[in-house]
């Protein structure tokens, strides 16, 4: 890569930039810095520049996914169940809500690297790609919630802040070197490089361990197979919806404690389904607190776990957003 000139305005745009991530070492400012200029120059995550054709390979896997989850419906059994329960806490919950969102993203609290890397590759298990795609694309969201540039704004049509830019967007396919210098702290660590490369494999041994589980339960290979629709096929489909929701969903209804500069908000039912990733308006208000629901009634599963975590001694340094009820506002404000 060439070297690049941290100008007045970068530095400028990279204080924007750093409060959505807490905890950055001191030598990843200048770094921070540079992306941030990156961001000034090329805006080229938002529609206008990433609507393409159709993705015909990830249209089809999450085609087959859809089919998969419709055809699980018919073999319900509380075995099955049990298997898509266990397999959306540690996908949606510890993969997503905690490794990728609150620790990757944002670093709104420390564990010692085995412990990110096992929720890291709980995370893949989601289908949402590698770590690297994920937490680039969601800190371009952050930087440009809302505005040219966001990767998925209702701003530009509901269906494609849910579904259309994974489907037709061409960020994943061409932007790799771009969504890199988003993630510097990712691309410099060797086993989130080899996470981002073989994202595939976790969800196919553990959908591969289902067939082994459900058989050896049931007794026969029909039951095996059952099991992975429900594990594997049903969990996903609906997890990915979960997640999706909040790019879209969260944006769109609910109520906004904060005045931020978006239009996120708090949504009850997206925090439900997600484990605490609703509370998206307290989120953009405060992105580096682990904790989203700010409140005892906004249930937040995510952060109980991060707090479990620490009570075992495996999480440290948790960034937790304080306010004042009365006159609520944006950190940093
Ligand atoms: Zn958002
Ligand atoms: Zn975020």
């Given amino acids: 890569m060439p070297p690049t000139v941290v100008t007045r305005e970068s530095i400028s745009a990279a204080a924007a930039y750093k409060p959505a991530i807490g905890d950055l070492s001191m030598t990843d400012l200048p770094v921070a810095a540079k992306v941030a200029q990156k961001v000034m120059q090329d805006l080229r995550m938002g529609r206008e ?14 085609g087959l996914f859809h089919v998969g989850a419709i055809a699980a419906l018919f073999f319900f059994s509380w075995k099955n169940f049990a298997a898509f329960a266990i397999m959306y806490f540690f996908a949606i919950n510890v993969g ?9 993203t944002h670093r709104g609290f420390r564990t010692p690297k085995w412990v990110e890397y096992f929720v890291t590759a709980c995370g893949t298990m989601a289908l ?25 704004t209702p701003v530009d049509g509901t269906f494609w802040a849910h579904a259309g830019w994974i489907l037709s967007g061409r960020a994943m396919h061409s932007e790799t070197a771009l969504l890199g210098r988003y993630a510097p702290d990712l691309t410099r660590d060797p086993v989130h490089v080899w996470l981002s490369k073989y994202h595939w494999l976790p969800l196919t041994i553990t959908g591969l361990l289902q067939i082994a ?5 049931t007794g026969h290979f029909t039951g095996g197979l059952t099991m992975m629709l429900w594990g594997t096929f049903l969990r996903v489909t609906l997890g990915l919806h979960a997640t999706w929701l909040v790019n879209s969903a969260t944006h769109l209804f ?16 997206v925090a439900l389904l997600t484990g605490g990733e609703g509370w998206h308006n307290n989120h953009h208000a405060h992105p580096v607190s682990a904790r989203h629901g700010l409140t005892w009634y906004e249930f937040d599963i995510n952060y109980y776990c991060i707090w479990a975590l620490s009570k075992l001694g495996l999480a440290e340094k948790i960034q937790v957003a304080k306010f004042d009820p009365k006159n609520p506002k944006p950190a940093g404000v």
């Fill in 49 to 62: 520049h990433q609507q393409g054709r159709i993705n015909w390979i990830t249209t089809i896997v999450m």
């Fill in 96 to 104: 997503i809500g905690v490794a990728y969102h609150r620790l990757l």
């Fill in 128 to 152: 949402e790609g590698g770590p690297i795609f994920w937490v680039a694309t969601h800190r371009v969201h952050h930087q440009n919630s809302d505005q040219e540039g966001d990767p998925h």
């Fill in 213 to 217: 589980i459900g058989t050896l339960v």
């Fill in 254 to 269: 609910g109520k906004r404690r904060f005045d931020t500069r978006d239009d996120s908000r708090n949504n009850w039912w």
